[in-house]
């Protein structure tokens, strides 16, 4: 599956959370039920996933820690903020960066709606 079918699913999910649960609740609760859905369509989830920081040939563990990576392929960022940050986008692209992954979406869940919540960011390589 090609990142922007793994993107669709969710899309999709994150717009049916929204839908029902509604904006404005702990970031976790969107991770744990996102990742729920997710997995019911039968994508792999992995959360809090470790990003190490590689430099000079070593592996750092004390690097970032994804919300959700689906697939090996997409990176999911949760927010649950009024409004998003240009500091969001810069954190999931070093995430992308580090991890060697081409999209990411960003995901606030404390817009009004998802459409407004919703941004991709794209790893240039």
Not at 52 to 62: C, K, Q, R, S, V
Not at 70 to 85: F, G, P, Q, T
């Amino acid at each position: 599956m090609y990142e922007n079918d793994i993107a669709q699913h969710i899309v999709s999910a994150a717009f049916k959370l929204h839908l029902n649960l509604g904006p404005g609740l702990l970031e976790s609760v969107y991770e744990t039920i996102l990742a729920h859905e997710l997995l019911g369509r039968g994508l792999s989830v992995e959360r809090q996933k470790r990003i190490p920081i590689t430099y000079e040939g070593l592996n750092f563990d004390e690097g970032f820690r994804a919300d959700l990576i689906v697939n090996n392929r997409v990176i999911v960022e949760l927010k649950s903020v009024e409004k998003i940050a240009p500091v969001h986008k810069k954190q999931l692209l070093t995430y992308l960066r580090l991890a060697d992954c081409k999209l990411g979406l960003l995901i606030n869940f404390g817009a009004p709606t998802m459409k407004e919540g919703i941004s991709r960011v794209v790893n240039g390589l």
